[in-house]
């Protein structure tokens, strides 16, 4: 089976909101195309490559979808009531195609299905949902493959330019200082590889620690301490469970997303906060429109594309 990987900037995350303030600024739109180039050269290296387009996702991947004759659109579920929207618009032009979707459950270290409790049911508060969750085991990942088949044949799709800001109607100036020079929030480069770099320098850092003091001096643990990865999970560069596999390959000690004590490392650490970021995002879904989606259609693997 040949896979098309897509990924569309929708016209609609650009220009002012209602409040007048950017929907999406400068340096959040460079570190979301410099997140898509690295994609489309993950892709290359393993003999495909990712299409790129400027439209709307309900028209875009209509089109496509009809150019290589699909017979499905693999998509991440989102939670929040925007990204719910555009799955609803979506949903609706492919079925007018005979077109299925099917969604995976991503972006948090427990998959909603393992949750011990129905979405409804969730704890209103942190305290009750890490009680519930208390030894939950974090699904393994699927390791990605080496090689990838290429583009499908059919149709002839080419794979697009990867817009500018420029085109994206921002501003390229505004990520730069007022001496020329690339500002400090433009040191964060976007993508998979500059996060597993992070990630692995983090590890590294925290296993190279002792236990955490009684007093707090070790100044891996002070106020300027952060594996400061949150804009690539944000993204969509970098998982939680992903993260979670990759610590455990470095760990000295026991990592747990359930548990913290004073004698837990840096990396434990990291995986209470992950935590605290699975409860957010569970209890967006439990109170957004996008909740009646939960139980539809699941995926067998992990990755957005046309099939």
């Known amino acids: 089976m040949s896979v098309l990987p897509v990924y569309c900037f929708d016209p609609r995350d650009y220009g002012k909101s209602s409040s ?14 410099e997140s898509v180039s690295d994609l489309r050269k993950n892709l290359r290296a393993r003999g495909s490559d990712l299409v790129v387009r400027i439209g709307k996702p309900e028209t875009v991947l209509v089109e496509l979808a009809k150019a290589i004759g699909a017979d499905a659109v693999y998509v991440h579920r989102e939670v929040s009531k925007e990204e719910a929207k555009s799955e609803a618009k979506i949903e609706t032009a492919m079925k007018d195609e005979g077109v299925e979707v099917k969604y995976f459950w991503g972006s948090t270290l427990y998959h909603l299905e393992d949750l011990p409790f129905e979405l409804q049911g969730m704890p209103t508060n942190y305290g009750g949902f890490r009680e519930k969750v208390q030894g939950l085991k974090v699904r393994d990942t699927i390791a990605a493959l080496d090689q990838l088949k290429g583009l499908p044949s059919r149709g002839d799709v080419e794979p697009g330019e990867i817009p500018s800001l420029v ?3 921002l501003n390229p100036n505004a990520t730069l200082s007022q ?4 500002s400090a929030n433009g040191s964060l480069v976007g993508g998979e590889t500059e996060a597993m770099q992070r990630l692995q320098k983090f590890a590294a850092e925290c296993k190279a620690q002792p236990p955490k003091s009684k007093d707090g001096t070790n100044s891996i643990y002070g106020a300027n301490f952060s594996c400061k990865i949150s804009p690539w999970l944000a993204m969509g560069c970098l998982s939680p469970r992903h993260m979670f596999d990759e610590l455990k390959k470095t760990a000295s000690r026991t990592i747990s997303a359930s548990n913290r004590k004073d004698g837990d490392d840096g990396m434990n650490w990291l995986m209470f906060e992950l935590l605290w970021r699975d409860f957010f995002r569970f209890i967006t879904a439990k109170y957004s429109s996008a909740t009646k989606h939960a139980n539809a259609t699941p995926a067998t693997a992990c990755t957005g594309a046309l099939a």
């Open 167 to 169: 085109d994206l109607g």
């Open 179 to 182: 001496d020329g020079k690339p």
């Open 20 to 33: 007048g303030f950017d929907k999406t600024g400068p340096f959040r739109a460079s570190f979301l195309v």
